[in-house]
Structures are given as C-alpha cells and as structure tokens.
C-alpha cells in the first residue's frame, strides 16, 4: 500500500491563527481524503481533494475555514483556518489506491490542540 | 438513528482468547464492508475488506457480513497483547471513488497478558 507521511504531526495553536497540514504520499493517487476525528467520534469526511478541480466539501464543513490545496498527485494540505478550541482534534488525511475499491489507507494523523 | 452503531468498549480480554467485535448500520445500500486497526497516536490501518455478503479470513482474523441483519462482525484468533488497539468498521454503499466511508466510533480492545 502507499506510504503516507503527515505534517506536522501534532501542535498547539493560539485561537484565531491557522495551521497547514500536509500529506505526502510516494505514489500518484487520484483521490485524496480528509478526515477530522474527535476524542469519541466517528472519522468524518472533511472533504475530497482531487488533483485539478476544487475539493469537494461535506455537509457542514466549509472552503473558507478548512481551504484544501491539491497541486499534483502526490500531495494536498488542508489549512485549518481562524482556530477555535472546538477545533482540537486529530487530522486524517487517506487516499485511495484502486480506483474502484473504496479502499481508503491513512496517514498517522496531526493531533491539533487549540488554546 | 446513527448510520453505523459500534460499542465503543472498553473491551479487556485475556492473551489466547477469542475476540468478537460488531457493527450494525440501517442503510442496506452498503454493500463494501471495512474493518481498520488504530493503535494510539497513529492513523487507522486496513484490516479486512468485504464486499457484499459472507466471510473473509487472514490469518487470526475473520470478517463476517450479515446484510439482511445489517450486522457485520470481526473475530480475532488467539488474541495477542499485540492486537491492543481500537477497531474501526467502516462502510460504503458505493464502488468507485465516492469517498463515502461511514465510520463507527471504534472499540478499545486491550489483551491482557
């Protein structure tokens, strides 16, 4: 499976300033994902990044707070913007390696604490 | 009702026991069935993968998927400190790239030696 690296991997941020995280991943993928995953919830799509097109957003995440960056196939950054407390929690960002498969591999996260 | 219902645990076994974790979910269009590992501080990692009905075994593991009771299961063998970890199903009713994963919560599974 492909190998994805994660930057940074965790930090503690002041509220109201943004952190970029990015993924990394060593081969070309076509679909990029991110994820957000809170202490005792369910992994939730943030949004779909493909290489060319502007990411695709989920139901009640929005392009101004969570700006997604997708420049070739190899790599995207999600940007955490304006920060909350409400926003510590740990980002995913997965790809999928077969196109047809659903089959999604995960990078280790960014664990984001927000003051 | 949520999508996918997972006993979030915490589940503490002995060493050598037989582990059995579950998921139910309402949405009978999932046809793709997922199972993902999440040792602390590290992302989910890709246990089993079923699509549709019926079983799936490697190794220690088996994947069960019961459609018509919208019930899916995974057994581990001879259960190792090793497996300590939380375990994630996940599910698509799609094929191709959706990206429609529906997550349960996990279960926190410790294996006490």
């Known amino acids: 499976s492909a190998v994805i690296s994660q930057k940074p991997s965790r930090d503690i941020c002041q509220r109201g300033t943004s952190l970029t995280i990015q993924c990394q991943v060593d081969s070309q993928v076509t679909m990029m994902f991110w994820y957000r995953q809170q202490p005792g919830q369910s992994l939730t799509l943030i949004a779909t990044?493909?290489?060319?097109?502007?990411?695709?957003?989920e139901s009640g995440f929005v392009i101004d707070k969570f700006p997604i960056s997708r420049p070739n196939l190899t790599f995207s950054t999600l940007t955490v913007s304006n920060m909350s407390p409400e926003d510590s929690s740990i980002y995913l960002c997965?790809?999928?390696?077969?196109?047809?498969?659903?089959?999604?591999?995960f990078g280790a996260g960014t664990r984001l604490s927000v003051l | 009702q949520k999508e996918v219902e997972q006993d979030p645990g915490p589940l503490s076994v002995p060493e050598g026991a037989i582990v059995s974790l579950n998921c139910t979910y309402s949405n009978s269009a999932f046809q793709y069935f997922m199972w993902y590992r999440q040792y602390s501080r590290k992302g989910p990692e890709l246990l089993m993968y079923?699509?549709?009905?019926g079983n799936k075994e490697d190794g220690r593991f088996t994947a069960q998927v019961d459609k018509s009771s919208k019930y899916i299961s995974l057994f581990i063998r001879d259960s190792q400190p090793s497996d300590s970890a939380t375990y994630l199903c996940?599910?698509?009713?799609?094929?191709?790239?959706?990206?429609?994963?529906?997550f349960g919560k996990g279960t926190k599974l410790s294996v006490k030696p």
């Open positions: 079923t699509y549709s009905s």
């Open positions: 990044a493909n290489q060319g097109s502007e990411a695709t957003y």
């Open positions: 997965s790809v999928e390696e077969k196109w047809g498969a659903n089959i999604q591999y």
């Open positions: 996940a599910m698509s009713g799609y094929g191709g790239s959706q990206g429609n994963l529906i």
